[in-house]
């Protein structure tokens, strides 16, 4: 199937490091235009599903500003500018959690957002995770440190208690590819 064309874009909001916002306009492959395309640009980042030695998920329980309401999540954040997905998944757990992990494997590459762009998120399962020593998270928001059991985040997936889209699908793949 043929593309669409970008013919012009212009930047409308810029907000580094973390938002961008332009105006595309663009040519459909039937020939017509769009000429006020909104496209939103902010970071790539990582989720990842760790598993300890012991068989615990590596979570949070925590706030955040646009979610009602406590929710778990796992272990996540922005990639540095250059910095490939994998390393930035491994930072990320020893930073937030403590933990590190000897088994990775990525669980896909995902758009945030077919239409408006949003950014890409870098799905992970960590296996054989242990605890190194305390984390440094430099996120905002409060959080507790938890460890559940599959059959707990099995029960907490399917009461919505990951109320975050990203974190769902990254506990529900592992769920999937530890079930396989």
């Known amino acids: 199937m043929p593309a669409w064309k970008l013919l012009e874009r212009e930047v ?12 595309h306009h663009l040519v459909l492959p ?17 989720n990842v599903a760790a598993i300890t030695v012991d068989q615990q998920f590596v ?12 929710s778990l999540a796992p272990v996540g954040g922005y990639l540095e500018p250059g910095e490939d997905p994998l390393q930035a998944a ?14 990775w494997e990525a669980l896909g590459r995902y758009a945030v957002d077919g239409n408006r ?20 998270s430099d996120d905002l928001e409060a959080q507790e440190l938890v460890l559940l059991s599959t059959d707990n985040v099995r029960r907490a997936l399917y009461a ?9 699908t990254v506990i529900a793949l592992a769920l999937l590819r530890l079930a396989a």
Not at 59 to 70: C, I, S, W
Not at 90 to 103: D, F, I, K, M, N
Not at 117 to 136: D, M, N, P, T, W
Not at 160 to 168: I, Q
């Open 59 to 70: 979570l949070f329980r925590q706030e955040k500003y646009a979610v009602e309401g406590l």
């Open 30 to 46: 039937d020939g017509r235009e769009i000429p006020n395309w909104q496209w939103v640009i902010t970071p790539e980042y990582v």
């Open 160 to 168: 919505g208690e990951f109320k975050v889209l990203a974190w769902a």
């Open 90 to 103: 491994q930072r990320e757990l020893q930073e937030e959690s403590g933990y590190v992990a000897t088994e």
């Open 12 to 23: 409308l909001l810029h907000q580094p490091p973390f938002l961008t916002v332009e105006r």
């Open 117 to 136: 762009g949003a950014g890409i998120a870098h799905l992970f399962l960590a296996r054989q995770a242990r605890f190194v020593g305390k984390g440094e």
